[in-house]
């Protein structure tokens, strides 16, 4: 699979001038909608003239902007895909040979990691490690698992960390809680829970600084996240894999640990005295 719109934003963010940034942070915040307009709406609302947005997507690697809108035509169509569209029969793998799945999976995982950097998981962490702040998890109807995993791991590394669950009005109430110096991490992919994205917008009105873990076709809590982790999910299969996600999700809380290690090592001495 070629590389998404997104995942290409994402590996060449630092490279761009002041202006394509601005197209670029525009076009994550409003995807894949934006990109799908003309180039003088597109100029308009990310604040930069018409030659900055066609230098934007030149450095993406388009020769023009038809193109350019044609490959986010494709991955719109793919984000709207349901179980049912999305069935294949995955070829059976040769005596020997890793099984089709297995391998798309495995692709998956590298993939995503080539396109974040180290810059973002280094930021990331940072924000988890505040002692000041508290940390929130809630994730969709296949992807809240590795809200729940995260989250356990998180709650003996630092304090203040919890799991959002139950019904939508519970996890309401826990705004009240949620400020400025606070994060929450949300799992979404597609096809995208709209009970998340009125959590997002409502976190972010608060001034909560929201790390979005989502498909390489951008859930549309993207335009109220900080941060933005674009996972590969595509496989050979009915269903969308969550592993890339999953093995960020374990990368994060190995990261944190470190940056946390003399916390971390009281709390998990003072929890096994308990036991």
Same mark, same amino acid.
């Given at each position: 699979?070629?590389?998404?719109?997104?995942?290409?934003?994402?590996?060449?963010?630092?490279?761009?001038?002041?202006?394509?940034?601005?197209?670029?942070?525009?076009?994550?915040?409003?995807?894949?909608?934006?990109?799908?307009?003309?180039?003088?709406?597109?100029? &308009?609302?990310?604040?930069?003239?018409?030659?900055?947005?066609?230098?934007?997507?030149?450095? #993406?690697?388009?020769?023009?902007?038809?193109?350019? &809108?044609?490959?986010?035509?494709?991955? #719109?169509?793919?984000? #709207?895909?349901?179980?049912? !569209?999305?069935?294949?029969?995955?070829?059976? $793998?040769? =005596?020997?040979?890793?099984? $089709?799945?297995?391998?798309? /999976?495995?692709? *998956?995982?590298?993939? /995503? +990691?080539?396109?974040?950097?180290?810059?973002?998981?280094?930021?990331?962490?940072?924000?988890?490690? *505040?002692?000041?702040?508290?940390? +929130?998890?809630?994730?969709?109807? +296949?992807?809240?698992?590795?809200?729940?995993?995260?989250?356990?791991?998180? !709650?003996?590394?630092?304090?203040?960390?919890?799991?959002?669950?139950?019904?939508?009005?519970?996890?309401?109430?826990?705004?009240?809680?949620?400020?400025?110096?606070?994060?929450?991490?949300?799992?979404?992919?597609?096809?995208? &829970?709209?009970?998340?994205?009125?959590?997002?917008?409502?976190?972010?009105?608060?001034?909560?600084?929201?790390?979005?873990?989502?498909?390489?076709?951008?859930?549309?809590?993207?335009?109220?996240?900080?941060?933005?982790?674009?996972?590969? !999910?595509?496989?050979? =299969? =009915?269903?969308?894999?969550?592993?890339?996600? +999953?093995?960020?999700?374990? /990368?994060?809380?190995?990261?944190? !640990?470190?940056?946390?290690?003399?916390?971390?090592?009281?709390?998990?001495?003072?929890?096994?005295?308990?036991?």
């Amino acid at each position: 699979m070629a590389s998404s719109i997104a995942e290409l934003i994402a590996e060449r963010i630092d490279a761009m001038p002041a202006g394509e940034r601005r197209a670029a942070q525009t076009l994550v915040a409003n995807y894949p909608v934006i990109g799908l307009k003309t180039v003088a709406d597109f100029s &308009q609302q990310a604040g930069v003239s018409s030659p900055t947005i066609l230098r934007f997507v030149s450095r #993406l690697g388009f020769h023009n902007y038809p193109e350019f &809108q044609a490959a986010l035509q494709d991955e #719109l169509a793919a984000q #709207l895909q349901s179980p049912l !569209t999305r069935t294949v029969t995955a070829p059976s $793998p040769d =005596s020997g040979k890793t099984s $089709p799945v297995l391998e798309a /999976t495995l692709n *998956n995982i590298h993939e /995503t +990691f080539r396109h974040v950097s180290e810059k973002q998981i280094s930021e990331i962490v940072a924000r988890l490690a *505040n002692p000041r702040a508290k940390i +929130f998890l809630i994730g969709g109807r +296949f992807t809240d698992p590795i809200a729940h995993y995260m989250a356990a791991h998180l !709650t003996i590394v630092r304090s203040n960390v919890f799991h959002l669950t139950g019904q939508e009005s519970t996890w309401r109430d826990r705004l009240i809680d949620m400020g400025k110096r606070d994060v929450l991490l949300i799992f979404d992919i597609r096809r995208y &829970q709209e009970s998340l994205i009125r959590l997002a917008e409502k976190a972010h009105a608060r001034g909560v600084e929201i790390v979005l873990f989502t498909d390489q076709w951008l859930s549309p809590i993207a335009r109220f996240a900080r941060h933005v982790i674009a996972g590969r !999910t595509a496989v050979p =299969s =009915s269903w969308d894999s969550s592993a890339a996600l +999953f093995v960020m999700a374990e /990368t994060l809380i190995g990261e944190l !640990t470190r940056a946390m290690e003399a916390e971390s090592a009281r709390r998990i001495r003072e929890m096994e005295e308990l036991r």
